[in-house]
């Protein structure tokens, strides 16, 4: 029989090896499905809003709950890192020869650092666990490669709650976590839930330039711009061109304007997601001269490697055709022979935006 008293003091002596580990936000939720959670990931993939994520479809069974996936998981252990920028991400907005990079990306690769620190945790607790005289605990590690419910989980957590923008919203973090989770034997018991706090703002709504939210709380992802940038394949739809201005990789609009951030603080941002220099305010000049050797040596170490040199050219060519600057014409023209065919129609795109006589 599980000691209730040892479990509850091995929760309280996690929460604070997770803090020393850098996470600024912990939780946890039961590993039962929930039927209204699950109910609601039905509906959204019913309507297609997850566009061409296949994945989502495909492992729907295994994503409805904790214990689809994995039936022995008893307790979910939540985490947030933060990754508060110090600049205002909107402050790029309009600058024709620079590319915007969503704020998450412009530093190390989150999935390594907070894969890291969530296997240092596991393997921290099965070590105490087993200390402690409890039965062998099992433990899996998690962070948006597997078919997880992050944000739902980190929510009924208590680490905070889905915005309107979908997105987690905390009182203290503002929109800027980078979530992960612990799924284990052991029963732990769970945290209350994260109340919602959004009240009637709707920042978060009508800052969207695609209009991708078909109501409060509901993401289309075929019309959100870090989709579109980032998971879509081939030639983004002409309606959305325009929108994109000059983001290059993501956006970060609905999360900027929250006013829950005016409470997140830089300094407790992760160190690993400090923005690398020539991530900033990349030129799209120099980026859409980038072959296939430069595009990995200049992203070596970030997420944005995952999308490839083609797809990386063909959002820069988009930004190009928005920039209105006349000197882009040459290396956008150097891209109508492209061998992938969503970078040439990107460039004829771009050069009849720029040269449209």
Not at 88 to 116: E, F
Request: some cysteine.
């Amino acid at each position: 029989m599980v000691n209730g008293a040892v479990i509850a003091r091995l929760r309280a002596d996690l929460e604070v090896e997770a803090r020393r580990l850098g996470f600024v936000a912990f939780g946890i939720a039961s590993a039962r499905e929930d039927a209204e959670r699950a109910a609601r990931l039905d509906a959204w993939l019913d309507e297609g809003m997850h566009g061409s994520m296949t994945w989502m479809e495909a492992r729907a069974h295994h994503r409805r709950s904790p214990q689809g996936l994995w039936p022995e998981a008893q307790s979910v252990i939540a985490l947030g890192m933060s990754y508060a920028p110090s600049n205002d991400p909107l402050a790029l907005a309009g600058q024709g020869k620079i590319g915007r990079i969503s704020a998450y990306a412009q530093g190390a690769d989150y999935h390594d650092v907070v894969k890291k620190a969530l296997k240092a945790l596991a393997r921290w607790l099965v070590a105490e666990a087993a200390k402690r005289g409890l039965e062998e605990t099992g433990v899996k590690v998690f962070t948006d490669t597997a078919p997880v419910m992050e944000k739902p989980l980190a929510s009924a957590a208590g680490l905070g709650w889905q915005g309107k923008h979908s997105n987690m919203v905390s009182q203290s973090h503002g929109s800027w976590l980078l979530l992960g989770e612990i799924y284990t034997t052991l029963p732990i018991a769970p945290d209350a839930p994260g109340a919602d706090h959004c009240g009637s703002c709707n920042a978060c709504q009508t800052a969207c330039p695609t209009d991708a939210f078909a109501a409060p709380y509901r993401l289309d992802a075929r019309r959100c711009i870090s989709y579109l940038t980032i998971e879509h394949k081939g030639p983004i739809p002409t309606e959305f061109r325009k929108a994109l201005g000059n983001r290059i990789y993501g956006c970060d609009d609905c999360l900027a304007v929250c006013p829950w951030n005016k409470f997140a603080s830089a300094a407790q941002a992760n160190k690993a997601f400090l923005p690398r220099a020539e991530l900033t305010a990349p030129r799209l000049a120099e980026l859409l001269a980038l072959d296939d050797t430069g595009f990995r040596k200049l992203f070596s170490g970030s997420p944005i490697k995952r999308i490839g040199r083609d797809r990386l050219v063909r959002n820069c060519l988009y930004a190009a055709g928005n920039s209105g600057v006349a000197g882009l014409v040459v290396q956008v023209a150097a891209l109508i022979g492209d061998p992938d065919e969503a970078v040439a129609d990107a460039a004829r795109w771009a050069l009849a935006e720029l040269t449209p006589a």
